[in-house]
Each structure stands twice: as C-alpha cells, then as structure tokens.
C-alpha cells in the first residue's frame, strides 16, 4: 500500500502535476489507481497520464492545487499482479549477448530462454523510441548491466536486457542493451493503423514465448 508519506506531488507548469514515488511497484500501484478512479469517474479532468519509472505525470488538470491535495490524503492498494492484459512475444532465443548474459546468470547459454521466459513481466512505462516497453518482472538476481560500449544499431525485434528491465526494440536504433534473442515480427509492436499504435503500453502484462519451447 503507498499512503501520501510516500509521495511527493509538485507543480509541473500551470496546468500539471509530477507526482514522485519511492520505486517501480509503487509508481505502477499508483498509476493504477489513477486509471481505476478516471474509470469510475471520480478523478478530476486530467488529459494525460504518463507513468515513469518512479514518477506520473499528470498533464492538462483544470485545478492542479485542488488535484494535488486530494492526491496526498489518497491510500493507494498494492497493484494486482495478474490483472491487465496479456500479450504473448515469440522469441527466438539467438542474441550476439546470450552467452554474456548466461555467464552473468551463472548458467549455460542453453538455459537463459527457459529462465527468461519463465516470468510474466508488465510495462512499467515507454519511452526511448514509439512502442518500447520497459518491462518490470525479472528477479533482482538476473539484473544485468549495460553494455560497456553501446551499439551503433540494433536491428528492430531485438529482446533485450538492461539492469531490471526487458524490453524488445520496435525499431532499428542505437542501443547498449544486453541482445538476447529477436522476435521473428516486430511489426506488431508500432501500428499506426491501430487505434492504439504501441502494442505495449503500461499495465500490459507480458508473457515471452521461446520459438520451439524452452532447452
């Protein structure tokens, strides 16, 4: 539960609010309860809500003073872990870091598909590029650092990994993630033909299928 001893509402602008939180599940608590209260219809008129890794930001509020006073008298519930949709990623585990990553799990190349598609992960927030989804959900001892030196271009569809987050690329850009495998399609992830064109968007649970099954 994160009661308003844990946040720290301030002005952003004449119109916005940044809330403040103490880590990832409180800010995807928090953002939750932002959305299940907009739903029943007794948030405030807010234009965008926009969830970071430890910040929401909350943009065109008619009353940002009256919204901040009301949002520090909130107690807000633990965040469900099994509610949200669920998008399954197919995953062909063939990354240039896959034996990187398995000597920092401490386990053979052949076992990284099996652990990585093990969890259920949830967008905690986008950013970076149009449909890239940072994905909360490995345990704290499969964390691993980024790359030393970053690559020039990582093709679209690659799965990656970056300290406590996963992610896949929705396009070819530069990037120091750890590569561990590539989605056969990526063109699912960025849809402009959709009404919602990111195919990941925060609180969407997500669940990484090996290609053939896990070694």
Not at 163 to 191: E, F, H, K, N
């Amino acid at each position: 539960m994160t009661d308003s001893r844990s946040l720290d509402v301030r002005p952003a602008g004449r119109h916005a609010l940044l809330v403040e939180l103490p880590d990832a599940e409180r800010t995807a608590a928090f953002h939750a309860e932002l959305l299940r209260r907009r739903a029943a219809g007794t948030l405030p008129p807010v234009e965008e809500i926009v969830p970071g890794a430890r910040t929401v930001l909350l943009d065109g509020v008619a009353r940002p003073g009256e919204l901040a006073r009301r949002i520090a008298a909130w107690d807000v519930p633990a965040h469900p872990s099994d509610t949200g949709g669920l998008v399954e990623i197919p995953v062909r585990y063939d990354g240039p870091d896959l034996a990187r990553v398995a000597e920092l799990w401490g386990v053979g190349a052949d076992k990284v598909a099996a652990r990585h598609s093990s969890y259920t992960y949830r967008v905690a927030f986008c950013g970076f590029a149009p449909g890239f989804g940072y994905l909360t959900g490995l345990p704290p001892e499969l964390h691993v650092p980024r790359r030393e030196t970053p690559r020039t271009r990582v093709p679209a569809g690659a799965v990656a990994l970056a300290g406590p987050y996963s992610a896949v690329y929705p396009r070819a850009t530069p990037g120091g993630w750890q590569l561990i495998g590539t989605m056969p399609d990526p063109t699912p992830l960025w849809d402009l033909g959709r009404e919602e064109p990111a195919l990941l968007t925060p609180g969407t649970r997500v669940r990484f299928v090996a290609e053939g099954g896990t070694p």
